[in-house]
């Protein structure tokens, strides 16, 4: 780039801008702040007497920064990534949130057939795949499994895919998706079976809870193998919460005569007694206690 004159640059002719190439100009023009302020003017009007810079009746104002702020979150943002978390499948969460979509699909396929979802006509439940002790065994025993993804009302369905989220948030890392899988299909048609024992005058049942039950044995037993998957401090707040949920369901069944509590005793066993007799999943390490 070429020096400028020495001679003033406030009195500098026009015919020494004039003679500038274009790119000296947009070099005086862009650094004006290196140079007297007559330079940069001057610079400037004849990069706009040649239809280079359009002319400007004001001087620009300053440009204004703002504060840089994020994007705005859309409305219901937090609950679409929450709905995203418990729903949405990603690794080492892929078996909880496909037994969430087949107990939701179950219970919505129950309505699509006519039946009343806030409360379910036994009928529509055994016409359905109730567990029916007339017709469970020994002639139709697959109703043992899709007792477990049908639901006696609204209720009686978001308290068990709440459990169902919370055992599967815990559990699932640990023990992999597809074992947690078995798990619950096993412990729900043992939960079955026993309810069809125990009530030996005949019973109609449905629920996921003998299943779910299955994931508290299964966590419980997981627990006391691999204790190392967790810091003290977290093995002494799991263990006392899964406890403090598990004792209160059986003890609120044992109070409400529409509660299968030996579903939930037969799906917690199994759960329990595959956890202790099953090996530590593949790649599975145990790491320090803290």
Known sequence: MAALPDSDPATAPAA??????????????????????????????????????????????????P???????????GLQRTL????????????????????????LGLGLGGANLWQPAAADLIRWGSNFSPLTLPGQPWRLLTSTFLHGGVGHLLLNMASLVFLGLLTERLTGSRRLLGVYLMCGVTGSLASLWWHSQGV????????????????????????????????????????????????????????????????????????AVLPPPAGSSPSPAG
């Open 204 to 275: 109609n049942s449905v629920g996921a809870s003998g299943a779910i039950f299955g994931l508290y044995g299964l966590l419980l037993a997981s627990l006391v193998r691999r204790p190392g998957a967790f810091s003290r401090s977290e093995r002494y707040t799991v263990l006392l919460f899964v406890l403090y949920l598990m004792v209160g369901s059986l003890v609120g069944g044992l109070q409400a005569h529409t509660t299968d509590n030996a579903a939930h005793v037969g799906g917690l066993l199994t759960g329990a007694a595959l956890g």
């Open 16 to 65: 020494l801008f004039a003679a500038k190439t274009d790119a000296e100009l947009l070099y005086l023009a862009r650094h004006a702040a290196e140079y007297p302020p007559a330079v940069g003017q001057a610079a400037v009007r004849e990069l706009q007497r040649r239809g280079l810079v359009p002319e400007l009746t004001e001087p620009p104002a300053p440009p204004v920064h």
């Open 84 to 107: 995203e978390g418990v729903f949405g499948f990603r690794a080492g969460y892929r078996a909880t949130p496909a037994l969430l979509w087949l107990n939701l699909v179950g219970f």
């Open 67 to 77: 504060v840089a702020a994020g994007p705005a979150a859309p409305a219901g943002g």
